[in-house]
T-cell receptor
């Protein structure tokens, strides 16, 4: 089956530093990857849609200068949280859509998530 | 404004009985619905989906029912097993507009299946 990995699984950083999270599709190619954020007991909130070779599309209210997204290849997307603050502490999850899917593909394969704690 | 609502934050069911998880939506443009299962500190895993042209889709112990007029869908698990204990997210998507294919998630329902 389609496998998506994320690295690191958890990270603790100091306020003001930047953190990079990697999302990889391991056994398929993904033209589109998504980045979500989940607060405790809350839904997964879509932050941005990342298309290979083009700029990411950010959802309303998400600061593009703070959450930098790069989708340099068909198997890798990165999310960099710049100048992190304690309120950025959250569970970040990526997902990917298989390039083989015909038409509109709704099914997304999710990574295991990254727990970010900013102290 | 929540477009996908799961009004029951938790559900407890005895092993072997039926689990029914409910989901309501407000956007009439949604035409595809999915259920995901999530364990703590893990990403969601796809469970089952249904297109708006259908009213039922079945896969083993899992059946999803869609009532378009009521903008309501439900996931039935029968018989329920302790391993089914997890948080279940309902998600909806549309094939129209700039956000086609994007998933809108509900807040999830935590299912506990007791032995």
């Amino acid at each position: 089956g389609a496998v998506v990995s994320q690295h690191p699984s958890r990270v603790i950083c100091k306020s003001g530093t930047s953190v990079k999270i990697e999302c990889r599709s391991l056994d398929f190619q993904a033209t589109t990857m998504f980045w979500y954020r989940q607060f405790p007991k809350q839904s997964l909130m879509l932050m941005a849609t990342s298309n290979e070779g083009s700029k990411a599309t950010y959802e309303q209210g998400v600061e593009k200068d703070k959450f930098l997204i790069n989708h340099a290849s068909l198997t890798l997307s990165t999310l960099t949280v710049t100048s992190a603050h304690p309120e950025d502490s959250s569970f970040y999850i990526c997902s990917a859509r298989d390039i083989q899917a015909r038409g509109i593909s709704y099914e997304q394969y999710f990574g295991p998530g990254t727990r970010l704690t900013v102290t | 404004d929540q477009q996908v609502k799961q009004n029951s934050p938790s559900l407890s069911v005895q092993e072997g009985r039926i689990s029914i998880l409910n989901c309501d939506y407000t956007n009439s443009m949604f035409d595809y619905f999915l259920w995901y299962k999530k364990y703590p500190a893990e990403g969601p895993t796809f469970l089952i989906s249904i297109s708006s042209i259908k009213d039922k889709n079945e896969d083993g112990r899992f059946t999803v029912f869609l009532n378009k007029s009521a903008k309501h869908l439900s996931l039935h698990i029968v018989p329920s097993q302790p391993g089914d204990s997890a948080v279940y997210f309902c998600a909806a998507s549309t094939s129209y507009g700039g956000s086609q294919g994007n998933l809108i998630f509900g807040k999830g329902t935590k299912l506990s299946v007791k032995p």
